[in-house]
């Protein structure tokens, strides 16, 4: 446990830096209260860290349900209404857990996984170069291409390059080029010093510096971290919300509640398969467990005002990055979001978010490396097609639009694959007159085209056999196709034989 | 030299009879050969056996020994029967005696010819798994056809015994053996037992040859 605590404190201080903002980005986006996305990613951190079977995904609130969180809340009128409909939607998941949901993660192919990663990390880039060069107009963690402000990824950039905020600027180019400097060389090694902290702790001193000598550089309150700080105890308390369940009797609140335990879901399978992937150890989670740890999660943080949570990547990939080993830095990466929160807030706002978008800079140019891209490259265009695919799709929409694209666009490749792909083996010599087939094990739906094919190709005086000794299951439609056929084929003089295949009785006549 | 030169003319004049009928005749043959039989006989000359049952060119595959003998090691015939059903899917494998047959001859006397002993072994054993039968019949002819007929019978037992007969009979009825014999005297093919496409009709065969012990 030593190692694990060597490893995990560090990584899970840098974590923990990633994620306030983001936290706080992402309540701000959804149009909750700021502390909602802090209760959110605390609730993420503690309770869903301690029990997920993960040893890296870190959950809080995630910018892919911003979208259903606005619309929510809207429709429910009130944010404590919304709150008992994230209670729901955590039974929702526990309901998914019991069903055994957790199974459809492995349905992701691993290519449209590797295409969301990758241009996780080109929107980290896109959208942090805003907020490296001072432009905090977008929320923290946005990952849509059409941004609230009515700014896309690229026009923000734009303006953002027009307006330049120098000491963000220079702020940022320093944090990078420790972050560089620590990941290159020996530095490397210094585990209970990352590069990120020392990015962090070098942008509030120059920060500081440039205060102490009122320079016109200093960044002011909305460029840096803003957390809410409470004067007293009861102010403090006052920032939990409690879930208002009359809304229980509505069935708007139900429909979201589904909405929310769905979507949540599939994110988090997907990040769960996603971590798993940027694991060195390649350790696999548990999915159905995650789906109990995660409902679990979403029930508390309904129950004492937080945001809707899910599995997210960003700072999983942070996670993963800092060197973590074990599920201890999520969970500690929690606890340090309550001590901010209780102790330090006013530390904290000394942050600039330049920094952390450096941070965040150079975690997206790993997730994105052009070594990646010609690695999918050399996998053939099978894979590279949904992995492209993907990697646009989700750029100019946003996460979960473009997965389905990715996915839909990897599901037409197998598909074909599996159309094309005979469903039997020819066992006779060429030439031969009797030809001989013998059917694979199984012959799906997918297969019916292929043993069409092959039946249309037969010539009157042809004979053909089919060996379906070997099969363990012909699809009931083949099965049809092939008697319907044997019955035309006897008229046209074709001579079918059929081994080990019981034909169902011909249909009703309509 | 002369005989020699007689085949070439008469294969010329066969040609020219044919082709002046049916000009494609021969090219239409060229394809892909599609025969239904596949004849497996002696190879005494005097059993031509296109000639004796009219097929034309395309129509039966031919397989001759001495004696007409199934042998499960014979690497000749296996490979020739596993081509025929395998391949060509012949319908019917028909094992063909005939009297007067020299080999049977030789089987069941004294005399040593070399090598072609071995090869008759098989002969022998019917004949002494029948002895009593056989001991039976006064009349050597008679006793002589007997052996021929039974030799015919026991081919077509081991034929139906061998992988290639037992895995195809295993996807469907097919192919159908048949045992016959030529008489040599009147020129008639005569049946032994037909349409043998399962191991039950097999068992039959096996059960009516021993009975015929008895008469």
């Given amino acids: 446990m030593a190692t694990g605590w060597r490893a995990d404190a560090p990584a899970s201080i840098v974590v923990f830096l990633v994620a306030l903002p983001l936290c706080l980005g992402i309540a701000l986006a959804s149009g909750a209260p700021l502390f909602a996305g802090v209760i ?80 996780i990390g080109l929107i980290l880039i896109l959208k942090q170069v805003p907020h490296a060069v001072g432009w905090d107009k977008d929320y923290e963690g946005d990952e849509s291409f059409v941004q609230p402000d009515g700014d896309t990824t690229f026009t923000a950039i734009d303006h953002a390059l027009h307006a330049i905020e120098p000491g963000a600027a220079l702020i940022a180019l320093a944090s990078l080029a420790l972050l560089v400097l620590w990941d290159k060389t ?36 909305t460029h840096l971290v803003q957390l809410p700080i409470a004067s007293d105890a009861s102010t403090f308390l006052s920032f939990f919300t409690l879930p208002d369940f009359s809304a229980l009797t509505r069935p708007e ?35 159905n467990r995650e789906l109990f740890a995660q409902g679990a999660g979403n029930m508390l943080s309904g129950l004492i005002g937080g945001l809707p949570l899910t599995g997210v990547i960003v700072r999983s990939a942070a996670n993963v990055d800092a060197g973590a080993q074990t599920k201890l830095s999520a969970i500690l990466h929690g606890v340090l979001l309550v001590l901010a929160a209780v102790t330090i807030p006013g530390l904290l706002n000394h942050i600039p978010l330049a920094s952390l978008a450096a941070i965040l800079l150079y975690t997206g140019f790993k997730l994105a490396h052009p070594r990646i891209l010609k690695a999918m490259w050399g996998q053939g265009w099978k894979q590279f097609i949904p992995f492209a695919a993907t990697i646009v799709a989700i750029l100019v929409t946003d996460l979960l639009v473009g997965i389905s694209v990715g996915i839909a666009v990897a599901f037409a490749f197998i598909l074909l ?43 009157p005086g042809e004979r053909l056999e089919i060996d379906g000794s070997r099969c363990r299951v012909i699809h009931r439609d083949v099965l049809e196709h092939m008697a319907d056929f044997r019955l035309q084929a006897s008229e046209r003089g074709i001579d079918l034989r059929l081994v080990g295949i019981d034909l169902p009785p011909p249909p009703p006549a309509h | 030299m ?9 294969n010329r004049n066969l040609v020219a009879e044919i082709t002046r009928n049916d000009p494609e005749f021969f090219q239409r043959r060229a394809g892909k050969q599609e025969p239904h039989f596949l004849f497996i006989g002696c190879a005494d000359s005097r059993v031509p056996i296109e000639t004796l049952t009219g097929v034309a060119p395309g129509e039966m595959f031919v397989h001759r020994n001495i004696a007409n003998q199934v042998r499960s090691v014979d690497l000749n015939l296996l490979s020739v029967l596993q081509y025929a059903v395998e391949v060509l899917d012949v319908k019917h494998v028909i094992v063909c005696g005939h009297y007067e047959c020299g080999g049977v001859k030789a089987a069941m006397g004294d005399q040593n010819y070399g090598l072609v002993d071995h090869w008759l072994a098989g002969i022998r054993d019917t004949c002494s798994r029948h002895e009593q039968e056989l001991q039976r019949i006064g009349d050597d002819n008679r006793r002589f056809r007997r052996v021929v007929d039974l030799n ?45 496409d399962s191991n039950d009709r097999v068992s039959e065969l096996l059960e009516t040859t021993r009975r015929s012990i008895g008469d």
């Avoid at chain 1, 920060?207 to 200093?218: D, H, K, M």
């Avoid at chain 1, 599939?266 to 989670?285: I, V, Y």
């Avoid at chain 2, 002369?2 to 008469?10: C, G, Y």
């Fill in chain 1, 186 to 221: 020996a530095l490397k090694r210094l585990k209970l010093l990352p590069g990120p902290l020392v990015a962090v702790l070098t942008g509030v001193s120059i920060n500081l510096a440039f205060s102490l000598v009122e320079s016109t550089w200093t960044l002011g309150a």
């Fill in chain 1, 417 to 459: 694959d599996e159309v094309r792909f005979d469903c039997f083996t020819v066992t006779s010599p060429p030439g031969a007159v009797l030809k001989r087939v013998q059917l694979q094990e199984q012959v799906s739906f997918l297969n019916k085209a292929s043993l069409a094919k092959l039946l249309a190709s037969l010539k």
């Fill in chain 1, 253 to 287: 609140t139900w429909k979201i509640a589904l909405t929310l335990g769905v979507v949540a879901s599939l994110e988090t399978l997907l990040s769960l398969e996603a971590t798993d992937r940027m694991d060195a150890h390649k350790r696999e989670s548990p999915a």
């Fill in chain 2, 152 to 196: 015919v019978l026991r081919q077509v037992y081991n034929l139906a015994r061998t992988p290639i007969v037992q895995t195809a009979w295993k996807r469907g009825r097919r192919p159908m053996l048949h045992g016959m014999v030529y008489d040599i005297h009147d020129g008639y093919l005569k049946e032994l037992c037909l349409q043998i």
């Fill in chain 2, 2 to 10: 002369e005989n020699l030169k007689r085949l070439f003319e008469n």
């Fill in chain 1, 40 to 119: 959110s990613g605390i609730v993420g951190g503690i309770v869903v860290g301690s029990l997920s079977g993960s040893p890296l995904m870190v959950s809080g609130p995630a910018a892919g349900l911003t979208a259903i969180v606005v619309s929510a809340i809207a429709t429910l009128g009130s944010f404590p209404a919304f709150l008992a409909a994230v209670v729901v939607a955590g039974g929702v998941q526990l309901a998914l857990c019991g069903l055994r949901a957790g199974v459809i993660g492995y349905y992701f192919p691993s290519s449209v996984i590797r295409g969301m990663l990758a241009s």
